[in-house]
């Protein structure tokens, strides 16, 4: 494993922070339909959900295709750019994850290019969330294990944020979950380092239910 240098460290950390905007706080991903319909009742549910989640989707789907995009960045290949970042759209079952991945990866690109990271090495299609971030840690030559879990931890508090608003949980129950969730996030990178391509992809019927109907929800505090 590649020592984490202090940089490297505070790169992630600013790439994880929930401050970045990229306006991730407006998407629950599916979460506030499962809860409207009492899928999800209490902070042990929504401990469960999120696992699930990360074991069967993030550790499948997203973090082995930050990886791919990731390298493929760092030697210029933009085919292969290209190809894991439609990938990365394909792997989003319903209109509203979509929208989500295409949006916050529109406000991250911009930011990047604010933070002159972009100049020289970005393609010319418009990036996912997934693959503005493999450009940042490109650029940025953060080590990718380490990325991986910064990834998940953001995409992890702000399910958990979500979740706070929405049960309603208090603080201290939600740093609960965080606390027994933290443990999981090593070994769903492990995981997502050893994906071949065609095992990448997953298949969560409840979360793509939740988000599809989520579409119709008469009131809705979050946009998936």
């Known amino acids: 494993m590649n020592a984490l240098s202090d940089l490297g460290l505070l790169r992630i950390l600013q790439l994880s922070?929930?401050?970045?905007?990229?306006?991730?706080?407006?998407f629950s991903q599916g979460l506030e339909f499962a809860i409207?319909?009492?899928w999800l009742k209490n902070s042990s549910d929504i401990r469960d959900w999120i696992a699930?989640?990360?074991?069967h989707a993030i550790a499948k789907t997203d973090l082995p295709l930050l990886i791919r995009l990731v390298e493929a960045f760092k030697t210029h290949d933009f085919k292969g750019v290209r190809y894991w970042n439609?990938?990365?759209?394909?792997?989003?079952?319903t209109l509203e994850l979509r929208e989500a991945e295409i949006a916050t990866g529109k406000a991250l690109v911009k930011?990047?290019?604010?933070?002159?990271?972009?100049q020289g090495i970005a393609p010319k299609e418009s990036l996912?969330?997934?693959?503005?971030?493999a450009l940042a840690v490109s650029f940025w030559k953060i080590d990718v294990r380490a990325a991986c879990h910064g990834f998940v931890w953001s995409w992890m508090e702000n399910q958990v944020a979500a979740a706070t608003?929405?049960?309603?949980?208090?603080?201290?129950?939600?740093?609960?979950?965080?606390?027994?969730?933290?443990?999981?996030i090593p070994s769903a990178v492990s995981?997502?380092?050893s994906a071949s391509d065609v095992e990448i992809g997953s298949s969560l019927p409840g979360l793509a239910m939740a988000s599809a109907l989520h579409e119709t929800q008469y009131t809705r505090l979050f946009r998936s």
């Open 36 to 38: 409207e319909e009492r």
């Open 111 to 118: 930011l990047l290019k604010g933070l002159k990271v972009c």
């Open 128 to 133: 996912t969330f997934v693959a503005a971030y």
């Open 17 to 26: 922070s929930s401050a970045l905007p990229v306006g991730g706080y407006s």
């Open 191 to 193: 995981a997502s380092q």
């Open 52 to 55: 699930i989640v990360l074991v």
């Open 165 to 184: 608003k929405l049960l309603p949980l208090g603080q201290s129950a939600a740093q609960c979950i965080l606390d027994d969730l933290i443990g999981m």
């Open 86 to 93: 439609l990938h990365v759209l394909a792997c989003r079952e």
